[in-house]
């Protein structure tokens, strides 16, 4: 609790609670790196399902370098957000179960990147396991989202003075 109560006292985490405009925009840069983050693994995760059947597997590669400016947005404002409450996410369970389920998701679309995509690009058929993995990377992709939602209601201590 006394690394948290430092936190607070810092100025940018001051400045995060404090200026009118610093949370909002930290929270709108968030969005949309977790926009282009877990929408490119969704897409992704449903193109190896078999949606859109008529596009090819391997031109879903594309969606991998703005999976990566996503997640370096998410991180940053992430960062900014966390320093502004520090005690409110990580004394919150459902905050790292979020952490668990991105990571998670992000480590199979890697694999379904590293197997999937060369397979369909040589024209072979899909790896047996590649279906298990794209529902794998889309459930764990919705539960960080909605892990991510709950985050606004359940917590239990908004700064480390509460009691």
């Known amino acids: 609790m006394e690394a948290l109560a ?21 929270l709108i840069f968030h969005a949309l790196g ?5 929408g490119g693994g969704i897409a992704i995760a449903l193109r190896v399902l078999g949606v859109a059947s008529g596009a090819r597997i391997e031109r879903f590669a594309g969606f991998l370098p703005w999976m990566w ?12 957000l966390l320093a502004g409450y520090p005690a409110k996410a990580l004394t919150n369970w459902i905050f790292a179960l979020k ?11 890697r694999e379904i990147a590293r197997k999937v995509f060369p ?10 396991h590649a279906r298990w993995l794209a529902a794998g990377s889309l459930t764990l992709w919705l ?6 939602k709950l985050l606004l209601y359940t917590n239990t201590m908004l700064f480390t003075t509460d009691p």
């Open 6 to 26: 430092w936190i607070e006292q810092t100025p940018l985490s001051a400045f995060v609670r404090e200026d009118f405009y610093a949370y909002f925009v930290l």
């Open 34 to 38: 977790m926009a282009f983050l877990v």
């Open 69 to 80: 400016v996503g997640a370096a947005m998410a991180i940053v404002s992430g960062l900014g």
């Open 99 to 109: 952490f668990a389920c991105l990571i998670s998701a992000a480590l199979l679309v």
């Open 119 to 128: 397979a369909a690009a040589a024209g072979n058929p899909l790896p047996r």
């Open 143 to 148: 539960a960080g989202v909605a892990c991510g």
